[in-house]
């Protein structure tokens, strides 16, 4: 049985994802708050910290700026406590306590955490059941990738896992059918995507790994228009959206 990861803290920032961490019963120790911040927008933070159980500090705009690195923080942040990672069993148990059939999405290799956490976003919104990580070999949930995410990472359970063809190999087991999006596939509307499913994305510059490839059962692809524009594929996190939105649809049976 895999053992879950440890507890790990994140600096999370800006407003939209920081209610949402607030909301989720996620731990979040502390809300930092700017100088700057209008009265009533502090004091619904406020209000929201003290129900979390969180401390509430306020701190100087160029302080936070520091501390997020970026200046689209919004005056504000949180340090939250309990992100943690939970296992492939776990996925695939919150789809049995729902009555459906698995839906999962697994990342081999995505570096840039704006394209996790947008994969993420769709991922919640399309039904997925949980996403899949490597431990080595693409981003981790980074406070980065929550904001990306628009909160969805403190919504939608995360596998951390030392291996994705390993991954893959015990979702066969488990009789769900592994897609990877690919050019060489077949064309994504002529797929039956109904059913015990998980779908791989590769990585931004090479795409899904040919060994994680070769242990996927259906490759899947992304018709466009552009031919010989010199632009010849979607943007990762792009096409993961394109594509979860499809797989919804059919499990949907609309």
Request: net charge neutral; proline share 4%; with cysteine.
């Amino acid at each position: 049985m895999e053992q879950k990861a440890p507890q790990t803290e994140h600096l999370i920032y800006g407003k939209n994802p920081v209610t949402e961490l607030l909301k989720s019963g996620a731990g979040v120790d502390t809300v930092l708050l700017s100088d700057g911040l209008a009265p009533q927008v502090a004091a619904y933070y406020t209000a929201m910290a003290k129900e979390a159980g969180a401390v509430v500090k306020r701190v100087k705009p160029a302080k936070l700026k520091a501390m997020c690195e970026t200046d689209s923080h919004q005056g504000v942040a949180a340090w939250a406590s309990q992100i943690e990672y939970a296992t492939l069993e776990q996925l695939l148990d919150s789809a049995t306590q729902k009555g459906e059939p698995p839906f999962l999405v697994l990342a081999d290799g995505v570096e840039d955490p704006h394209n996790l956490g947008a994969i993420l976003r769709s991922a919640l919104l399309c039904g997925a059941h949980g996403v899949v990580i490597p431990k080595r070999g693409g981003v981790g949930i980074t406070g980065t990738v929550l904001k990306a995410s628009a909160g969805a990472a403190t919504r939608l359970p995360v596998a951390r896992v030392a291996n994705i063809g390993e991954a893959i190999r015990r979702l066969k087991e488990q009789n769900v059918f592994v897609y990877c999006a690919d050019m060489d596939g077949v064309s994504l509307h002529k797929n039956n995507l109904t059913g015990p499913i998980a779908l791989v994305m590769g990585s931004e510059g090479k795409g899904v790994s040919p060994l994680v490839k070769r242990l996927c059962d259906g490759v899947v692809r992304l018709d466009m228009a552009a031919q010989g524009t010199g632009v010849d594929s979607f943007n990762v996190s792009v096409a993961a959206g394109i594509i979860l939105y499809e797989i919804s649809r059919q499990r949907s049976g609309q």
